[in-house]
């Protein structure tokens, strides 16, 4: 074991994740008189709202992705590791490192004054992990290249398929397992990509013919929206044909089928936005003594530090938040959501409270200022709302496509993606509908 040596000359501030919270914590202490230690064991930041773009060949990953190291390099206090942190010692204050791409299995320690976790969260399958590789979820970049090779390898397989009309048709049958945001905005990206993309690319099949089913537990889609947003959202996918299941559960997924209970679907490719969980990371959290909640969630103060563990820290997907208080200074008593700007004002409220306790000064609690939800459904579709407005059609995806262009990082990205959006809405092509690692592509019987 090897202990990775820093500067004793200011307080040691460890960030574990380069995603939103983590890196807005980074570039808040900027002006800091503290050292920081960025770990992430990718090299990029991920712009996880726009993932399924890449994943519908909407956008490219490069324009979604930027590296860590270039984001942070005015910043002459942060260095970055790429490595993974599997144990973090809150007791000793030490993380555990261990690094997949060394040559041997040796385990590097960092040492920290203030350690900030926010690794995020991963999928989760409610028990049956036995259905992630038939059912791909879509939280990192490799999902997404997964995801737009099983799409457009459908359709390829379809047209292959001129003499069997049973076997043609599941190849052309999609099913989104969750009507949350995600699964939403895949459903209807589906629907435009069979719609407008491909319908004059093959001449066996028509991809008009296309079938996309979202299958939701719940009454209603986009449930953490107001019942006329959601309303809303679902007159806009099936005016794009999308088809929506309420009320129904999965309880089994082969290659071929989807089962709902006593209803079988029929369909070759299927995609699984249903739920979220936080990454294996809190469960290693040495010392600990407050339970973790059923989504593997740590519960915070009020000032997002870990119970008992003043240097430590939770924020993002991982950190269970029950001090949000309403409108009347009430508390909720009800988690924040894990979305984007949950992780942004935590990230930059961390570093806040860093520098006060640097300064001896008190910490100041968190309190989450919600700004409204969005989300798209296809091209000039969409639903937004704050507490004062509520906007659909073309006016929310305009709003909604501004917001997004803001949020991402570099200048060069927001006006590649902004001609590509501009692009797309005129002539309804995509760019990235390359099939790529083909032979990592699930064996389908009878293709």
Do not use: C
């Amino acid at each position: 074991m090897a202990e990775i040596k820093t500067s004793k000359a200011a307080p040691h501030v460890v960030i574990i994740g380069g995603g939103f919270g983590g890196l807005n914590a980074a570039q808040g202490l900027a002006d800091a008189p503290v050292n920081v230690t960025l770990i992430d064991r990718n090299n990029y930041h991920l712009f996880q709202p726009l993932l399924y773009q890449v994943a519908t060949a909407a956008v490219s990953a490069g324009e979604i992705a930027s590296p860590i190291r270039s984001v942070l390099r005015h910043q002459k206090n942060v260095s970055v590791l790429m490595a993974e942190a599997r144990e973090i010692d809150l007791v000793n204050k030490r993380v555990l490192l261990h690094d997949d791409h060394a040559s041997t299995d040796e385990i590097d320690t960092l040492d920290y004054d203030y350690l900030i976790v926010a690794a995020g969260a991963t999928g989760t399958y409610f028990g049956h992990d036995e259905w992630a590789p038939l059912a791909p979820g879509l939280k990192t970049l490799e999902d997404a290249f997964d995801v737009r090779r099983r799409i457009f390898l459908a359709y390829e397989l379809a047209e292959r398929e001129s003499k069997n009309s049973t076997t043609r048709d599941e190849f052309l049958t999609f099913v989104v397992v969750g009507g949350g945001p995600t699964g939403v905005e895949l459903a209807g990206a589906i629907a435009e990509i069979a719609q407008r993309t491909l319908a004059n690319d093959f001449r066996s099949i028509d991809p008009r013919s296309t079938r996309v089913i979202v299958v939701q537990s719940g009454e209603r889609i986009l449930e953490g929206f107001s019942q006329e947003s959601s309303d809303s959202a679902a007159k806009q996918l099936k005016a794009r044909g999308v088809e929506i299941v309420f009320n129904r559960r999965v309880t089994g997924i082969t290659p071929e089928t989807v089962e709902l209970g006593s209803e079988t679907i029929r369909a070759r490719t299927t995609f699984w936005t249903a739920g979220v969980q936080a990454v294996p990371l809190s469960r290693a959290l040495s010392g600990l003594k407050a339970p973790l909640d059923r989504a593997g969630r740590v519960p915070i103060e009020a000032d997002l530090s870990v119970p008992d563990f003043p240097e430590a820290f939770v924020i993002g997907d991982m950190a269970l938040f029950l001090h949000q208080k309403d409108k009347n200074g009430q508390p909720t008593n009800q988690p924040l959501p894990g979305v984007a700007p949950v992780a942004i004002q935590m990230g930059q409220h961390v570093a806040k409270n860093i520098v006060r306790s640097a300064r001896s000064q008190a910490r100041q609690p968190f309190q989450y200022w919600d700004k409204g939800n969005m989300a798209t459904i296809g091209r000039a579709a969409a639903v937004a709302e704050t507490d004062k407005f509520k906007m659909s059609g073309l006016l929310a995806w305009l709003a909604w496509a501004f917001v997004h262009i803001m949020y991402l990082i570099g200048f060069y990205n927001r006006l590649v993606v902004m001609f590509r959006w501009a692009w797309s809405y005129l002539t309804y092509q995509r760019g990235s509908r390359l099939i790529t690692n083909i032979n990592q592509a699930p064996k389908v019987a009878d293709a």
